[in-house]
């Protein structure tokens, strides 16, 4: 039974005073929650400031991104072990608006990936078609480039210390949610993937997020599903009582 994972990607929201309110709204509310894993991912500057708040809770910090080089000239970025060393325990790699706003490809996936492992960060990497990729019917095809290309070269250790988000990017802050079937059949795709790689007990360990407009109301029927084993969520994540209702949804 794979043990269910959800995580706040509050994205380029919240000043520090917020995500201070923020948290601590939520310690409470989730405080009672053990077999569940709760992960935030507030921006960068703001991590140190969480940290502090949750690191004797059952809340665990993650960043939205990092860079695959440890060190040196690479102005603005920020690299793994930084990320390790204020605190954080996930990353989350290759989301579809960095892909779409920044130019991130499967490499650089690959590579931040690589990076994350290393420092000892648990990567949540995302996948996801565009709408009028499944319109024509192409879903398929992307998420097996997606899951070829950032994985390219990985053993099964490595992929096995990895989280799955599968985030359809036309359910992205439109609430045009994936219904649970939809949504099923692209994990179940992505965990027959894994089996085809990496072997059964790879293919039964990983765990497969679904993100794409969660919320109090939809949660429970998502997270019901035999291969969607937690949930990335973004605006929900950002008021602390929808976020804990939604981690509430995840207990077995
Ligand atoms: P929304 O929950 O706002 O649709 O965002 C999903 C997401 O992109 C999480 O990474």
């Known amino acids: 039974m794979r043990r269910k994972i959800i995580a706040g990607n509050w994205k380029m929201n919240k000043l520090r005073s917020e995500a201070v309110e923020l948290v601590k709204g939520l310690i409470p509310l989730v405080a009672d929650v053990r077999d569940v894993d709760i992960v935030v991912c507030p921006v960068y500057v703001s991590l140190s400031t969480v940290y502090d708040l949750i690191k004797d809770t059952n809340i665990a910090l993650g960043a939205q991104d990092c860079f695959w080089e440890e060190k040196g000239a690479?102005?603005?970025e920020v690299s793994a072990p930084m990320l390790k060393d204020v605190g954080a325990s996930y990353v989350v790699i290759g989301h579809s608006e960095r892909r779409q706003y920044f130019g991130?490809?499967?490499e650089w996936v690959n590579k931040k990936t690589r990076a994350a492992l290393k420092a000892?960060?648990?990567?949540?990497v995302c996948v996801g078609e565009r709408l009028e990729e499944r319109e024509v019917g192409?879903?398929?095809?992307?998420?097996?480039?997606q899951l070829e290309g950032g994985f390219?070269?990985?053993?099964?250790?490595?992929i096995g210390g990895c989280v799955i988000a599968y985030e359809p990017v036309w359910a992205i802050g439109t609430g045009k949610t994936a219904t649970p079937e939809q949504?099923?059949?692209v994990h179940s795709f992505?965990?027959?993937?894994?089996k085809d790689n990496y072997g059964e007990e790879v293919a039964d360990k990983v765990r497969i997020q679904y993100g794409g407009s969660v919320k109090p109301a939809n949660a429970r029927s998502l997270l019901t599903q035999p291969?969607?084993?937690g949930a990335l969520v973004g605006g929900a994540s950002l008021k602390a009582e929808d976020f804990a209702e939604i981690v509430k949804a995840a207990i077995v």
Do not use: C, H, M, N
Request: avoid cysteine; charged fraction near 30%.
């Open 120 to 124: 000892g960060l648990t990567p949540i």
């Open 183 to 185: 949504a099923q059949e």
């Open 74 to 76: 690479y102005t603005g």
């Open 138 to 145: 192409r879903t398929i095809d992307v998420i097996s480039r």
């Open 152 to 158: 390219a070269g990985f053993d099964k250790g490595q």
């Open 104 to 106: 991130e490809t499967d």
């Open 190 to 194: 992505i965990r027959g993937w894994l």
């Open 227 to 229: 291969d969607i084993d």
